[in-house]
C-alpha cells in the first residue's frame, strides 16, 4: 500500500472528492513528518533567527545567578514590616551603605539597617524586600518609608527565577525568536546547535502566465504567485529554490519536478491541480509520484493536490509537493491554512512552535452571507475599540483572484463549516496575518 493510501485508510471519513479543512490538516499532519536522522549544525547566535533548535539547551548554571533587587531603593530585612516603628505607621532604618549592580556589598548590617540598591545589584544578607526610592524619604543617616507600601518579597528576584540550573532553557524543536535568541546570550552562548534550513523549490505553470518584464499579449496574466510564495517561503525562514514559470508541456513539468525533487525537501506550485484539458500539471504528478487531488470543502482554494515525489535514488527518499490552485488569493489561502503549518513541522518543529495561533474573536462590522458545509476565509481589516471586541470589515472585492483585497487586509474571517449566515453585530473569528504574512 502506497504511503498516500495508507494514511488515507486510517482518517475516518476521508474522501478527496469532499474534504474538510480538518481533514486536511489531519492528513498532512501524517504526511509531512520530519526525516529521524536529521543533523545539526553549530550556527552563529546572529545567524540563528527564524531558525529550529537541533537539541534541548539545558542551563549550566541559575539565571540570575544570585537574589537581586528588580528596582532602585533600599533592601532590607522584610520581618521588620510587620512592626512600624512610629505612630503614622512608618518604619525609620538606619543606612548602613550602597550596594552597586555587578558587585556583591561587603559592608555590615544590623538588623535595624537598610542598604540602598540599585537595579540588578545583589541582596546583601540577611535581606530579602527593597521599597522603591520613591516611597522613601532620607533623613540624614536613615531613610523613612511607609511600612503599608509593600509586603516582605516585594521587588527581589530570585536566584534560578528565569532559568534553574540542571533545567531545560530551550527545547528541541523550538523555533527560534528575538527572545530566544536573548535567553541563549543570558547564558553566555555565542551558537546554537540548529536543524538545517528547510530547501523548498516553486515554479508557476500555465501558457497564459508572463514573467515580470515580458511584453503583455492579450489573453495572458503576469505571475505574482511566484512572488507570493517566495515571500511567504522566505517569512518561514526556509532557504528557496525559484524554478521559475514552467508552460504547459508534459516533459517540461515532468523534467521540473523531478529536479525540484532531486534539490529540495518540499515542493510548491500554482496551477494546474483542476481537471481541466490543459491542466498536464495534475497528470504528470500522477505519473512521477504518490499523489492525492483534493476537492476541499472550502472557499477560495478548492482543488489541491498532495503527495510524494521520489528523489533520484531510493534511498534518498522523497520530496513532499504540495500543488496550489492558479488563482492567487486561493494560492496565499491555501499556503496559509496548510502549507505553512506542514513545512513547519517538516522542520523539525515542535508541537508548540508549530501551533497555529489562536483566532482572534472580533465583531463583524457587517452582514456576511454563508452557506453551511465549507469553510471560508474572507479578507478582513480589525480594528480595535477601546474596552471592547475589536471589530472587522471585509475588505475589498472577495473573489479568489483579487489580489489587491489581501493587501488591503490584516487577517481572514474564518467561518467555519457548519456556519450560516453572519449578521451585523455577531461575533467571528480572524486569522489574524501578523507574523506569517
Known amino acids: 500500500m502506497s504511503r498516500i493510501a495508507e494514511i488515507a485508510a486510517a482518517l475516518a471519513g476521508y474522501d478527496p472528492k469532499a474534504l474538510s479543512v480538518e481533514g486536511v ?169 540548529l536543524l538545517p534550513r528547510l530547501r523548498v523549490a516553486y515554479f508557476s505553470t500555465g501558457d497564459e502566465i508572463l514573467n515580470a518584464g515580458e511584453a503583455p499579449r492579450e489573453g495572458a496574466v503576469y505571475d505574482s504567485n511566484r512572488y507570493t510564495v517566495f515571500g511567504l517561503l522566505a517569512r518561514l525562514g526556509c532557504e528557496v529554490v525559484d524554478l521559475g514559470l514552467v508552460r504547459d508541456d508534459p516533459a517540461t513539468l515532468a523534467a521540473t519536478l523531478q529536479r525540484a525533487a532531486r534539490e529540495a525537501d518540499a515542493i510548491v506550485t500554482s496551477g494546474g491541480v483542476s481537471v481541466g484539458e490543459a491542466d498536464h500539471t495534475r497528470a504528470v504528478m500522477q505519473r512521477l509520484g504518490d499523489m492525492a487531488f483534493w476537492r476541499i470543502a472550502m472557499r477560495p482554494g478548492r482543488p489541491m493536490a498532495v503527495g510524494l515525489i521520489p528523489r533520484s535514488e531510493p534511498a534518498d527518499g522523497h520530496a513532499v509537493l504540495f500543488g496550489l490552485p492558479g488563482n492567487p488569493v486561493a494560492v496565499m489561502v491555501t499556503f496559509l491554512a496548510f502549507v505553512r503549518p506542514a513545512l513547519l513541522q517538516r522542520m523539525g518543529c515542535n508541537a508548540r512552535a508549530r501551533a497555529s495561533a489562536p483566532l482572534l474573536r472580533a465583531i463583524s462590522a457587517t452582514a456576511i452571507r454563508k452557506k453551511p458545509g465549507r469553510t471560508e476565509y474572507q479578507r478582513g481589516f480589525v480594528s480595535a475599540r477601546p474596552g471592547a471586541l475589536p471589530d472587522v470589515r471585509i475588505a475589498g472585492n472577495q473573489g479568489s483572484g483579487v489580489l489587491s483585497s489581501m493587501v488591503e487586509a490584516n487577517g481572514l474571517v474564518v467561518l467555519h463549516h457548519g456556519q450560516g449566515n453572519v449578521a451585523a453585530g455577531e461575533q467571528v473569528d480572524v486569522m489574524m496575518f501578523d507574523g506569517a504574512l
Open 25 to 193: 490538516l489531519a492528513f498532512l499532519e501524517q504526511l509531512a513528518a520530519p526525516p529521524s536522522d536529521m543533523p545539526c549544525e553549530d550556527v552563529p547566535l546572529r545567524d540563528a533567527l527564524g531558525r529550529v533548535l537541533g537539541r534541548d539547551i539545558v542551563s549550566p548554571f541559575n539565571v540570575p545567578p544570585h537574589d537581586n533587587s528588580a528596582m532602585d531603593g533600599f533592601a532590607f530585612d522584610g520581618a521588620l514590616l510587620e512592626r512600624a516603628s512610629d505612630s503614622n505607621g512608618d518604619l525609620r532604618l538606619r543606612i548602613a551603605g550602597t550596594a552597586l549592580a555587578g558587585a556583591a556589598w561587603r559592608g555590615e548590617a544590623g538588623a535595624q539597617d537598610a542598604v540602598k540598591i540599585m537595579t540588578g545589584a545583589v541582596m546583601p544578607a540577611g535581606m530579602d524586600t527593597v521599597i522603591p526610592q520613591e516611597f522613601c524619604t532620607v533623613e540624614g543617616a536613615q531613610v523613612r518609608f511607609p511600612a503599608m507600601a509593600l509586603r516582605r518579597g516585594d521587588n527581589r528576584r530570585l536566584a534560578g527565577e528565569d532559568l534553574q540550573a540542571g533545567r531545560a532553557a530551550l527545547c528541541q524543536g523550538d523555533r527560534l525568536g528575538p527572545a530566544a535568541l536573548g535567553l541563549a546570550a543570558s547564558l553566555g552562548l555565542t551558537t546554537l546547535p
